[in-house]
């Protein structure tokens, strides 16, 4: 008789729990930082589920744009806003009746399309299945980026062989869209200087 | 590994070859970091010594003073843990091991020789830079959580400096990603075998200023000096780790010495070659799999014994450049970063680009095409 240890389920286990663990734990503590602190932990628990599920590239860029990136910004924006160290965070009841509402509707909307689709929950596969989702997902996507799928080499219904024609121009149009937000969350959150005593005589400046 | 050590195992013991597997990896990478740490704060006070024209350590452990960096170990280990009465103390204690988790995970990813990597990746350069660039959470953590004006400081210029140079850090790893046509670093670096004039920094002249610019983003995203403005000993005290002492004080600066090498063993495989020496000795020999299973071993050992030479050769760079230079101002540091190394590595980006279109081969299959 052998103890064999499922090693992915474990660690799946393990990772899911520390992502719903520290959710909730975003939710419940009142400090700021920590709250930050926390949602990395979730955050980077889901890059550990992307992993595992063998995506690599989406679980870098989980680790980049959301654990790196957001809360980098996030750090960056309580420090640039509190007015004192250690910002505690009361919520009021109606607040937490209501968003209770809201998240537990969410979940409810989500486990119900989680459940509904029999190829999620692994039925009707085999193993072989699983192992051929297994493949590097990298080069795919970058290539169905410019509009090759290899996942779909023909498309026989010819009013959908438009929708294949990669995701290059939409990519580029959020990231410029995206850079304009930056801008203009930059500009509104520069500290505006009122001035309290009528402004210095302005000396005129020498070139430098 | 696992598949190796399966052979050995009856089927329902898949589980134990797994675990095996990770522990050496584990093990393997814990020691090569540890002895990275070990060596390198000897290193640094021996040639911060003659940089200054004094001798550095000298008595422990016979003439050149080897065994410092134990004794240093010992006293910092007995020294007492002390928490600050204003910090969070949760993330105050949590801080140095956040740090050091971020640069010791990069590991996971560095091959040191042809295939010699614990996790095989194809997106392994992007992996190791959003890695690395997680280091700065501990830091900003440490900051914050210890209560205290210059540690409060020092954090926020360690965030400001980190997030503005990854982005010429990426542009940089970017151009020989796009030279070499992978992001798979061991395919990255096989790519270079057979002699210095294969390695990528000598592919074009684009990628040769590049590395220049890839090497001032690196120092400036481990923090090392002129750079050093989150720890600014001379102004902030010690920044970030002002209230910090004994055990959690030095997971710090293991955490920094273990960065410095992943980067500078980074950029030796982008652009010096990885583990292929400046000539093809390995393949001369005939160290190659194809002769004999130990034959490659031994190339292998080679490639390991080149990588580490590099990367030390990075890490001394840094420590020379450290005693040379003066700090930079917040604002001078922002400025080379803005208005020097993002358009510099935007246009070599476009002048790689340029290049790897007109000569695909790169400079020497032109000049052989061009002679033949």
């Known amino acids: ?69 957001t809360l980098v910004l996030l750090v960056f924006g309580v420090m640039l806003t509190a ?95 995206l850079v304009v937000v930056l801008i203009g969350a930059a500009h509104l959150a520069r500290a505006k200087r009122r001035p309290t005593s009528p402004e210095p005589p302005q000396t005129p400046r020498t070139p430098e | 590994m696992a598949e190796y050590l399966k052979t050995f195992l009856p089927e329902s013991y898949a589980w134990l070859a797994y675990t095996a597997a990770a522990a050496v990896h584990v093990a393997l990478l814990f020691v090569l970091a540890m002895m990275i740490v070990a060596v390198s704060n000897w290193a640094e006070r021996k040639i911060a010594g003659r940089l200054q024209d004094r001798l550095g350590p000298t008595r422990v452990g016979g003439r050149f003073g080897w065994l410092q960096s134990v004794a240093d170990g010992l006293k910092l280990l007995t020294k007492e843990d002390l928490v600050p009465a204003g910090a969070d103390r949760f993330l105050f204690r949590l801080a140095p091991y956040l740090c050091f988790c971020a640069s010791f995970s990069v590991y996971l990813a560095l091959p040191m020789a042809s295939g010699w990597v ?29 209560g205290s004006k210059w540690s409060l400081f ?33 395919e990255i670096g096989n790519r270079q075998a057979g002699g210095f004039w294969q390695w990528q920094i000598f592919h074009d002249p684009f990628t040769f200023l590049t590395f220049f610019v890839f090497l001032t983003c690196a120092v400036a995203s481990v923090n090392r000096a002129p750079f050093d403005l989150a720890e600014a000993e001379s102004e902030l ?10 055990f959690r004080w030095s997971v710090f600066f293991m955490a920094e010495y ?48 080149n990588l ?26 922002m400025t080379v970063c803005l208005k020097y190394c993002i ?19 790169g400079l020497w299959a032109a000049v052989e095409n061009f002679g033949g």
Not at chain 1, 118 to 128: E, N, P, S, V
Not at chain 2, 156 to 169: F, G, K, T
Not at chain 2, 237 to 246: C, D, I, L
Request: net charge neutral; with cysteine; proline share 5%.
């Open chain 2, 154 to 186: 020092g954090g926020m210029r360690e965030a400001a400096q980190v997030v503005s140079y990854e982005v010429p850090l990426a542009l940089c790893a970017a151009i020989p990603v796009m030279v070499a046509g992978t992001m798979d670093l061991v």
């Open chain 2, 237 to 246: 005290v010690a920044g970030f780790m002002t209230e910090y002492s004994g």
């Open chain 1, 83 to 177: 007015r004192q160290p250690f910002v505690d965070m009361r919520t009021a009841p109606t607040q937490w009746l209501v968003a209770a509402l809201v998240g537990a509707s969410l979940l409810a909307v989500l486990w119900q399309a989680a459940l509904s689709v029999d190829r999620w929950a692994g039925r009707g596969q085999t193993l072989a299945d699983r192992q051929a989702q297994a493949e590097p997902t990298a080069a795919p996507l970058g290539l169905a980026l410019v509009g090759v799928r290899v996942d779909k080499p023909d498309q026989a219904d010819p009013r959908l062989r438009d929708g294949m024609a990669g995701y290059l121009l939409p990519f580029e149009v959020i990231s410029v869209h």
């Open chain 2, 308 to 333: 580490l030479v590099k990367g030390y050769l990075g890490i001394i760079f840094m420590m020379w450049l450290r005693w040379t230079l003066p700090r930079l101002r917040i604002d001078q540091v």
């Open chain 2, 258 to 305: 273990a960065s410095m090498f992943a980067v500078s063993v980074l950029g030796a495989i982008l652009f010096f070659g990885g583990w292929n020496g400046p000539l093809p000795v390995a393949s001369l020999l005939g160290l190659t799999c194809e002769n004999h299973p130990l034959a490659g071993y031994l190339g292998g050992l080679l490639g390991l014994c």
């Open chain 1, 1 to 69: 008789m052998s103890v064999a240890i499922q090693w992915h389920s474990l660690f799946f286990l393990l990772m899911a729990l520390a992502a719903c663990g520290a959710a909730l734990a975003v939710v419940l503590s009142a400090n700021v930082v920590r709250m930050a602190f926390w949602l990395v932990v979730s955050l980077g628990a889901v890059a550990g589920l992307f992993f595992l599920a063998g995506a690599d590239l989406v679980g870098t860029l989980q680790l980049m744009v959301y654990v790196g990136g």
């Open chain 2, 118 to 146: 614990a996790q095989p990746m194809n997106v392994a350069v992007f992996f190791v830079l959003a890695v690395a660039g997680l280091e700065v959470l501990g830091v900003i953590l440490a900051g914050y959580a210890s």
């Open chain 2, 343 to 361: 358009p510099l590595a935007a246009a070599m980006l476009l002048g790689a680009m340029l290049w790897c279109y007109a000569l695909p081969g």
